[in-house]
């Protein structure tokens, strides 16, 4: 097969999207198939471009086998949603005009959403080509926006919907990422038969355990402290304010230490609460690499994956949560729903109800004074993940997937 992916997001951009499709490529490509990503100039999430990139119309290079083909786009931070939208619309109207003229004719065209303009470029590629479009669900947009009240517009949140409604009859398959999320798209009427699930998961020859090197801890002044880390995104949906009380309630700890690591549109307005706060136990580091962030989960005693006290976070599972299993490291998660089950039957995390800041730090402070419950956990952790979401396996059902979607889209036509 020749895949053909368009996604706003991409390698060197770090964070669950692009993992997902370089990782998943790579093992397409491994098992003979050829893969092709349409992207932007990486910029995300300070909205800068990333060293050795320049501003241009469109330019051609190869990562790991790939063929990525990146143009133009608006850059802006990924913060205020007009902008960012304005961002992911030049995105589409590039796709359309460059795409074509600089891809190898495809078998089919991967879309994943958010936001719905990566896949309508993709869907308008595949009519292009003739071939199928296949439309990856990693959020349920705009439903997100609904519930974060972002969108309040009765009439745009309908023409919304329509849309999405639109891209799903569009689809010859829709990929999933969560088994809620299957759900959702069936109830409201999409066939089953078309929606299937592939969860994210890790590469678990990349994420394992190490010991990093000695001087690492002195250079980011870790030493003997209990290093509790949070690593991702700063935005609204990781309630990360809950989290910094958390470590106002174990300031008195003097041996913990909360690091903060990412960027987005929270993260000002965190540090200034732990500032006035004066919460001395927490420190804020800039966004870091993929190997440099696998070295921080090594470095790190405990990690931490939030999410907001809302319904439709019953239905997301935190991709961070995969990697840091398959690091060996012990997680504390204030989720509820699929990714609590996932993480309950694991064994390798302590799950607490949303924004639960006094159970967070009383599982924190556990886990700080029993060294042999943290190994415990980890060992486990790492089992489940090699056993039941290594990213080769995955990718295999995955090309399954596609591979019956070319059979289908053929014998259509």
């Not at 949603?81 to 796709?95: D, E, I, Q, Y």
């Amino acid at each position: 097969m020749r895949i053909a992916c368009c996604s706003h997001y991409f390698t060197p951009e770090i964070g669950a999207p692009s993992a997902r499709i370089h990782e998943n490529a790579r093992e397409w490509i491994a098992m003979g198939h050829a893969v092709d990503v349409v992207t932007c100039f990486p910029n995300h999430p300070a909205g800068k471009l990333y060293p050795g990139y320049k501003p241009a119309l469109s330019m051609q290079e190869d990562i790991d086998g790939i063929g990525v083909h990146r143009i133009w786009s608006y850059i802006t931070p990924n913060k205020g949603l007009v902008r960012k939208t304005a961002g992911h619309m030049s995105f589409w109207l590039s796709a359309l005009l460059l795409g074509k003229r600089r891809l190898p004719a495809p078998d089919l065209v991967i879309g994943t959403s958010p936001t719905f303009f990566a896949a309508m470029a993709a869907a308008r590629l595949s009519a292009r080509y003739r071939c199928p479009f296949v439309m990856e669900v990693r959020d349920l947009w705009p439903a997100v926006f609904i519930d974060l009240g972002i969108v309040r517009n009765r009439s745009l949140i309908r023409m919304l919907e329509r849309w999405e409604l639109a891209l799903y009859r569009r689809a010859t398959r829709i990929v999933t990422v969560t088994e809620s999320f299957r759900t959702n798209l069936v109830r409201r009427g999409v066939p089953e038969h078309k929606v299937f699930t592939i969860f994210n998961g890790a590469d678990v020859d990349f994420w394992h355990p190490f010991k990093p090197p000695a001087e690492r801890r002195d250079q980011l002044s870790l030493k003997d402290r209990f290093t509790v880390l949070y690593l991702g995104a700063f935005g609204i949906s990781q309630a990360l304010t809950s989290v910094l009380e958390c470590a106002r309630i174990l300031k008195d700890e003097k041996d913990i230490e909360f690091l903060f690591v990412g960027d987005g549109a929270e993260k000002e307005r965190l540090s200034r609460y732990a500032e006035e706060a004066g919460l001395g136990n927490v420190r804020f580091l800039a966004p870091v690499p993929k190997g440099k962030a696998r070295e921080l989960y090594a470095l790190s005693d405990v990690c931490l994956v939030p999410l907001r006290n809302i319904p439709l976070f019953e239905s997301f599972i935190p991709s961070k949560m995969f990697e840091i299993m398959a690091m060996g490291r012990p997680i504390v998660a204030s989720v509820s729903g699929e990714a609590a089950d996932i993480l309950n039957r694991s064994g390798g995390a302590i799950v607490v109800p949303p924004e639960g800041s006094k159970a967070v730090a009383e599982a924190i402070r556990s886990l700080y004074r029993n060294g042999d419950l943290r190994r415990c956990m980890g060992e486990r952790g790492r089992d489940f993940v090699v056993a039941h979401y290594s990213r080769h396996s995955l990718a295999v059902e995955y090309a399954r997937i596609l591979h019956d979607a070319i059979t289908d889209h053929g014998r259509k036509k």
